[in-house]
């Protein structure tokens, strides 16, 4: 089977993005063939592309996908041709039309979730949950501030938290943000390129601030949150679309009310079978019952990737957004 795959020999820029066409063979022990019918684009592709992660380089990019299954090799159970599937990694070279990949990372898709949706959404949904149910363990009645509201997880977050009885304060740059996160359920919305965030969410919270804030862009979001997050408050830090947080002293945790801050990674909250299979149920359950809807803000196709990132980074994009394969024959 011949497909079309992404590589970086660098890191760098949107530029250093190339493309290769590769014959795939029979996939072996433990291993399944995959024709890909959406690739989702999330942050964590700019991060090893450009080298806030490093990796081992040349490589694949991208970790989100769906498709069908064309084979499955021996000691394969659970999966056959024709089951559709989506995966979140952590293997990378998604940005593919079709690839080999360990059955162990793969999740069956219900039949009512759409193949775009579950390439949209496995990731960042995945992700939500852990942050809000395992690590912030959010609570109903809680006022929360998520940064950058409008985004791929920031819209997702936003859903998540109003179903499950949050406060949601959310920031967001533009009209058409505001507009989005308002209408994925946000209370309270604040443009940060205005507007005082940590006085705004101050106010709203009668001084007292927020015991959780959810913070996805990193160093340029890093003194708001502690200014807007409550005395013993958490601050999730999970993401560096403004750069990643460096130079912390524990002492400003301190001075801030006696702080918390954690740093999670996806993986170490999907680490096990049965942490994947429970988490990956939770977020489907949250799709079918419409407590939480997946926008796909932009499509592009697959070999327009570097067009995509350079979207992503820089702010031009909405919701999720998808890259979307041709398969060869």
């Known amino acids: ?53 490093p990796v081992e380089l040349p490589g694949g990019l991208g970790v989100e996908a769906a498709g069908e299954v064309v084979a499955v090799g021996a000691d394969v159970h659970g999966l056959k041709p024709g089951d559709r599937v989506a995966t979140f990694g952590p293997q990378r070279n ?52 998520v940064h950058a509201a409008a985004g791929g997880v920031g819209l997702i977050l936003v859903q998540w938290l109003k179903a499950i009885g949050a406060t949601v304060i959310g920031t967001v740059s533009t009209e058409a943000k505001e507009h989005a996160a308002r209408e994925a359920g946000a209370d309270h919305i604040i443009r940060y390129k205005s507007d005082d965030v940590a006085a705004h969410v101050r106010e709203i919270t009668d001084g007292q601030g927020v015991p959780v804030t959810f913070d996805g862009i990193g160093m340029a979001t890093w003194t708001t949150s502690l200014k807007a997050t409550a005395r013993r408050g958490l601050i999730v830090s999970y993401g560096n ?47 079918e019952s419409g407590a939480v809807k997946i926008t796909v803000g932009q499509r592009y196709s697959l070999q327009d990737a570097a067009r995509a990132h350079a979207d992503l980074e820089a702010g031009r994009t909405t919701g999720s957004s998808l890259l979307i394969p041709e398969n060869l024959s």
């Not at 775009?116 to 929360?144: F, I, M, N, Q, S």
């Not at 801030?256 to 740093?263: A, I």
């Open 1 to 53: 089977m011949k497909a079309i795959e992404a590589f970086i020999e660098s890191q760098g820029g949107p530029e250093v993005i190339d493309w290769r066409e590769v014959t795939l063979g029979d996939p072996g022990p433990g291993q399944v063939l995959v024709r890909q019918t959406a690739v989702g684009l999330n942050y964590i592709d700019t991060y090893h592309r450009d080298g806030t992660y």
């Open 241 to 287: 679309a403004g750069g990643p947080v460096t130079g912390v002293h524990l002492g400003i945790l301190a001075q801030h009310g006696s702080q918390f801050v954690s740093r999670p990674t996806l993986f170490d909250y999907y680490l096990h079978a049965g942490e994947r299979a429970a988490g990956a149920a939770r977020v489907f359950e949250m799709i």
């Open 94 to 145: 998604a940005y593919a039309s079709a690839r080999i990949v360990p059955a162990a990372s793969l999740f069956k898709l219900p039949a009512s979730i759409d193949d775009d949706t579950a390439a949209a959404a496995l990731l960042k949904a995945c992700t939500v949950e852990a942050l809000v149910e395992r690590c912030a363990k959010v609570e109903a009645g809680w006022p929360v501030l």
